[in-house]
């Protein structure tokens, strides 16, 4: 780390003493072709000085002949500065191109520090973050939050100005908080297949997360059913454990043929239909679940397939009830919030 400061720091040097050479340059040959001019056309009444000689030559680089000289001396110069603004404003247009291209090469905006609320961070690049990040920002989805792409990248992927990406180990404290996790509502932490232990990283941005922010909602993929008891006294709030989730999908889906496809169009946007999450109205308040679910299909053509309700557990703590299909006697309360199967995000008042 010492032996990499130190050659960024050399590397700087170098840079600023050619940025030095080239300005005493600049100046050097501006006072030489003042005093020539001056010299030259001392009989012109125009530039009997050298501070007018200057001006000429300043006015003269920026918008053309102010005053045309005399003398065969003072015509050189003149030509020599139609050559020299020639050279200017080439290396004007080629810095503009090199920087486009630098720019395209090197992906989109790098932030140093993002000033977001409520807003979703990504921690990690992996083969799977485009994807999600497709996802997230998929049309059929209304209620939409600001992106976050927290991964140590020595380059920005992203070429798309609706997502922010900002440099930095997911697992480092500072890194997160440039990242703005300490007023993010969602962070979302998936696994990188590639990595010998793909779930060790996983846990260890899940841990940081926490220790930062509990409010914040986390969602985390893992692939070993095993290692969620790590999540769980880290009260991550969603373990997306592959591994257990392929199982049970592919038993079922050899029980009844075709669930796997059900299952696909269900939670992939700009296809089909997709569950969503919405808070109960108030119209529908002190209904039972029959009557909801014939009121939502009649009057806005959604299926209510579940409640998710706040409860209290033995110890008094706030935990979260997901009830899919509750009985009859089932009533909605204040609070609750439905997952409804739509073709596009529901705006029902």
Same mark, same amino acid.
């Given at each position: 780390?010492?032996?990499?400061? !130190? ?11 050619? !940025? ?21 056309? !001392?009989?012109? &009444? ?113 070429? %798309? ?82 591994? %257990? ?35 109960? &109205? !108030? ?36 935990? @979260? ?24 995000? &529901?705006? @029902?008042?």
């Amino acid at each position: 780390m010492l032996n990499g400061n !130190r050659k960024s720091t050399e590397e700087g040097s170098i840079a600023m003493k050619e !940025r030095d050479k080239y300005v005493a340059m600049a100046c050097a040959i501006f006072l030489l072709e003042s005093v020539a001019l001056f010299l030259f056309e !001392r009989s012109n &009444p125009n530039l009997n000085s050298i501070q007018e000689a200057m001006w000429w030559i300043i006015i003269f680089l920026s918008s053309g002949f102010e005053v045309i000289p005399d003398s065969l001396g003072g015509r050189v110069v003149a030509t020599l500065l139609v050559v020299e603004g020639l050279v200017l404003l080439g290396f004007f247009f080629g810095g503009f191109a090199a920087h486009f291209v630098e720019r395209s090469l090197s992906g989109g905006k790098i932030m140093k520090k993002v000033r977001l609320k409520d807003h979703i961070v990504v921690c990690g690049w992996t083969s799977d973050t485009q994807k999600i990040l497709d996802e997230l920002t998929s049309k059929d989805i209304k209620t939409r939050r600001k992106i976050v792409v927290l991964a140590n990248l020595e380059k920005n992927p992203l070429e %798309r100005e609706d997502v922010k990406f900002v440099k930095g180990d997911p697992t480092k404290d500072e890194d997160l908080e440039r990242a703005g996790i300490m007023t993010a509502n969602t962070a979302i932490i998936s696994m990188d297949r590639k990595s010998d232990n793909p779930d060790a990283k996983a846990i260890l941005t899940a841990l940081a997360v926490e220790s930062l922010n509990k409010s914040v909602y986390t969602c985390v993929e893992l692939q070993n059913p095993e290692n969620e008891k790590h999540l769980k006294h880290a009260h991550v709030d969603e373990i997306v454990c592959l591994g %257990r989730l392929s199982q049970n999908l592919i038993v079922h889906s050899s029980l009844k043929h075709g669930l796997s496809l059900l299952f696909s169009e269900l939670v992939t946007h700009n296809f089909g239909h997709e569950f969503y999450k919405i808070k109960v &109205p !108030r119209r529908f308040l002190g209904e039972t679940f029959p009557q909801v679910v014939k009121r939502l299909l009649d009057e806005e053509g959604v299926i209510l397939t579940a409640i998710e309700r706040e409860t209290n557990d033995e110890q008094g703590a706030t935990k @979260i009830d997901i009830i899919v299909n509750p009985g009859h006697d089932f009533v909605l309360a204040g609070g609750d919030h439905m997952f409804v199967i739509a073709r596009e995000e &529901p705006e @029902i008042q």
